[in-house]
């Protein structure tokens, strides 16, 4: 009698998992159509705030599997309206609660590998640690954040003790892990200050994937300026605000899909200046965002050109990349680069909002290199290229867990 091959179990660690938007629902969904076996250690959703998710909280049982992955939720402080208290109590009640609950959740199961959605901060990642020694399995960590440079960056904290615990905190991290999973290439510079000796994989974001196809945009009487995502600091909003200042008189619109912490600061600069072409749509889950990539002549991405921070690839560009939008990147670094190699628009130096509304007016004024733009380099051939969904998540499975699981 022939023995059954069982399947290889995982477990993922993420903070954020469905009904939230994030790309690791995608890994989950991918592996477990991969023939493996997947449970997933998460909290509960609030990102960006709590209001969103009635459904859930109505009837959480119903959010207890997500393609056949079972879900295992921690007790967490909610996010509230995303100060940066309410923040830090989030991130260490998940800390907490995991080292606590986590043995007794998952005391009747083992597991081959322990992933990890390392989002900033990286305390989710001494979860998985515990996770990982507890059952004796492998550990791969995804770095989508360098944590806590980008926070000293933005000047959370200036307690210089936090700076050196956290150090301390990530020197465990990476030695701890038999992969580390790194989104933007410039990452390795940064993680080898640690000195591990763990296989570091460059591992990027790839474009997000739409049901409906993005057209050009129908209303063509009115510019629109498209920015979607997180509203924080680190998206250098100030100088956003001061180009929009520049702007307000034009015929044009601004159209913000997304929030974050730095949202009312936002509000309340528009309106002690009267920018009325300026309008925040709020949080719109994937499936309706394309509406607004539709409406769009423009794509921005900012980002503050610090050092860090500008080191970074927000997960956005891929899926901006994808629609073949004209994008303007006021932003350095990394992000930069990509704008550049892609030849999918502009760079603006993002100290200079002065430049930002000058080659705004310029494209209203001259829509015709937009147009131009798109019709003779379509982006889309790019990402299939460099960031093609599939071919990133079967590296995953073959190069990855593949490897450490034999």
């Not at 300026?225 to 100030?238: H, K, M, P, R, S």
Request: proline share 3%.
């Amino acid at each position: 009698m022939v023995k059954k091959k069982l399947k290889p179990k995982g477990l993922i660690v993420s903070q954020y998992f469905y009904p939230e938007n994030f790309r690791i629902n995608e890994i989950a969904k991918y592996l477990n159509n991969k023939n493996y076996k997947i449970d997933i250690l998460t909290g509960y959703p609030c990102y960006p705030n709590k209001k969103i998710y009635e459904k859930f909280y109505k009837n959480k049982k119903s959010f207890s599997k997500y393609h056949n992955c079972k879900i295992y939720r921690l007790p967490t402080i909610s996010r509230g309206s995303g100060g940066a208290i309410n923040l830090l109590l989030n991130y260490f009640s998940f800390l907490i609660t995991g080292i606590m609950f986590s043995k007794k959740l998952l005391k009747k199961n083992n597991y081959d590998f322990i992933f990890t959605f390392g989002v900033t901060p990286l305390t989710v990642a001494l979860v998985a640690n515990y996770i990982s020694k507890l059952k004796n399995a492998k550990s791969i960590l995804w770095l989508l954040d360098l944590w806590p440079q980008v926070i000293n960056e933005l000047k959370v904290s200036k307690i210089p003790f936090f700076f050196f615990l956290a150090k301390v905190l990530l020197k465990k991290v990476f030695t701890e892990k038999n992969y580390i999973l790194v989104q933007s290439k410039s990452f390795k510079k940064e993680i080898s200050y640690y000195k591990t000796k763990n296989k570091i994989v460059y591992f990027p974001n790839w474009a997000e994937e739409f049901k409906k196809k993005i057209a050009k945009n129908k209303e063509k009487n009115i510019f629109s300026i498209v920015f979607a995502g997180n509203i924080g600091e680190a998206q250098n909003f100030d100088k956003v605000l001061e180009a929009a200042n520049i702007l307000k008189n034009e015929n044009l619109r601004w159209i913000i899909v997304g929030s974050g912490r730095y949202l009312e600061k936002v509000k309340k600069y528009i309106y002690d200046n009267r920018i009325n072409n300026f309008h925040i749509i709020g949080h719109k889950n994937k499936k309706n965002i394309w509406y607004y990539y539709n409406l769009a002549d423009i794509l921005l991405l900012s980002l503050k050109g610090t050092k860090y921070i500008s080191k970074t690839i927000p997960g956005k560009l891929q899926t901006y990349l994808g629609t073949n939008k004209y994008i303007i990147g006021f932003s350095k670094g990394e992000s930069a680069k990509l704008i550049t190699k892609s030849k999918a628009g502009s760079i603006i130096n993002p100290d200079r909002p002065d430049l930002l509304a000058k080659r705004i007016k310029y494209l209203l004024e001259n829509k015709d290199i937009i147009l131009k733009r798109e019709n003779s380099i379509d982006t889309k051939k790019y990402i299939q290229k460099f960031f093609n969904k599939k071919i990133i998540l079967n590296f995953l499975d073959k190069k990855i867990i593949r490897t450490i699981i034999n």
